[in-house]
């Protein structure tokens, strides 16, 4: 079958590309990126999409998919239908399910749960056993099951010494071990602490609870040689730690999800469930600091850390609610809103953060706007003024703090695996 995308913007820094091109796709390759003769367009299904841009499909390493155990959250179908709407084709899902991604036989049922849908998912092995930080899982079948990275996500490796046997590990694979970047001693508050927590009277998590485990793991990170990914940056200090690391020659890298360069505590001032999430929401400085970190490249990748939780457990006293917002849905629009069309980013570098970067790390392979290449792509309005309805979300949870907030920039279609989602529909091309 032959599909001719007309009047695309193409951008992928990889390629050198940022031109306005039609591309002719062919059984799911690019064939053709130029001018198309009347013989190209005679046997082809078009689609126009003057105005509108194209970038290589986008990449969230850090999702909860809750499949398996909550599956009245979150499925593995439900999460990709999620990621297609918002505009991704591959995912990264996390291990704290129930039982926890560290068998074999959960990363398998991921994997062939997801084989026909359009959006890839990859999974993230734990590094210890449950997830209890008291033995290792069995980090080498998980790499051959499909395992892309390993993390305790929700926690902190719980020691140093498990930390570096994992570091060491991973090392035979070029894996990164994922890091939630928390010590457990300081943990337990319900928002960041600061003159908000002191006149909301709310228990409160210090920003040193983070830059902790941040300084422990650039260490180990440099003691073994291995990778480090710091989860969900959200503190000045560990930005400026990660900044100095990697001036060192250090292997850490690092993502910042929306939230953390959309929002501050001052939020919290409306006791809404929704703005409660771990690492908590910070200061208008933190804030500053994660955009610093995304421009001068301290912070590799963006990332949703899409968390679904629902409604009832949402629906309690503050400090009582579980942490966590959805993201896959508002991730990109948030992203053209806050950084792009307010002159942080250009295009390029949120291709880098958002689809190069992320697949580098996990050591996926990246797609390309180039002839001969499978179609992976993304495609997206970005002067398209929407507004957030979490009504209309894919998700089968709707804990976001972003609803009915007005967005400027909103994926369009995606394009993978011979796949098109348009229009809110899949098709076979």
């Not at 039982?99 to 210890?128: C, F, M, N, W």
């Not at 979300?393 to 993978?416: A, E, M, Q, Y």
Request: aromatic share 6%; net charge negative; charged share 25%.
């Amino acid at each position: 079958m032959q599909i001719i995308l007309k009047g695309l913007k193409l951008i992928d820094p990889q390629v050198g590309l940022n031109d306005k091109n039609d591309l002719l796709i062919e059984d799911g390759v690019i064939r053709k990126i130029g001018e198309l003769t009347k013989e190209d367009q005679s046997n082809a299904e078009i689609f126009e999409f003057d105005g509108m841009s194209c970038v290589p499909g986008l990449f969230d390493m850090h999702v909860h998919l809750r499949e398996p155990g909550r599956e009245d959250e979150e499925t593995v179908l439900s999460g990709s239908n999620s990621a297609a709407a918002g505009g991704f084709t591959g995912i990264a899902c996390m291990p704290n399910t129930n039982p926890a991604i560290d068998s074999a036989e959960v990363v398998q049922s991921i994997i062939e749960k997801s084989r026909r849908h359009l959006v890839d998912v990859y999974p993230i092995g734990a590094v210890t056993l449950g997830r209890k930080g008291e033995s290792l899982a069995p980090i080498a079948e998980l790499h051959e099951a499909g395992a892309v990275g390993y993390s305790d996500d929700g926690t902190a490796v719980k020691t140093a010494s498990i930390l570096r046997s994992a570091l060491e590990y991973v090392k035979m694979f070029n894996s990164p071990i994922i890091e939630h970047c928390e010590d457990e001693s300081l943990a337990g508050g319900a928002m960041n602490e600061g003159e908000v927590s002191t006149s909301l009277g709310l228990p409160p998590i210090a920003s040193v609870a983070e830059d902790l485990i941040v300084m422990r793991d650039i260490m180990m990170a440099e003691y073994t040689g291995s990778k480090v990914h710091i989860a969900h940056i959200s503190s000045k200090n560990a930005v400026q730690l990660v900044r100095d690391a990697k001036a060192r020659g250090i292997n850490v890298t690092a993502e910042v999800t929306p939230h953390h360069f959309t929002l501050t505590d001052e939020s919290i001032k409306s006791y809404d469930t929704n703005y409660k999430m771990n690492p908590p929401l910070r200061t208008q400085e933190d804030v500053d600091a994660m955009i610093e970190g995304l421009q001068d490249g301290t912070i590799d990748c963006i990332a949703s850390d899409h968390a679904p939780h629902s409604i009832e457990e949402k629906e309690m006293e503050f400090i009582y609610a579980p942490n966590g917002i959805l993201g896959l849905e508002t991730q990109f629009g948030l992203v053209l809103s806050e950084l792009v069309h307010k002159g942080h980013l250009n295009y390029e570098q949120v291709v880098e953060k958002l689809a190069i970067n992320p697949r580098k790390i996990l050591n996926i392979a990246v797609p390309k706007i180039a002839v001969g290449e499978k179609a992976n792509l993304t495609i997206f309005d970005p002067e398209l003024i929407w507004t957030v309805d979490i009504k209309k979300f894919k998700s089968k949870s709707k804990n976001s703090p972003f609803d009915k907030r007005l967005l400027t920039g909103k994926p369009v279609s995606v394009i993978n695996k011979s796949k098109m989602y348009f229009e809110d529909k899949f098709i076979e091309i």
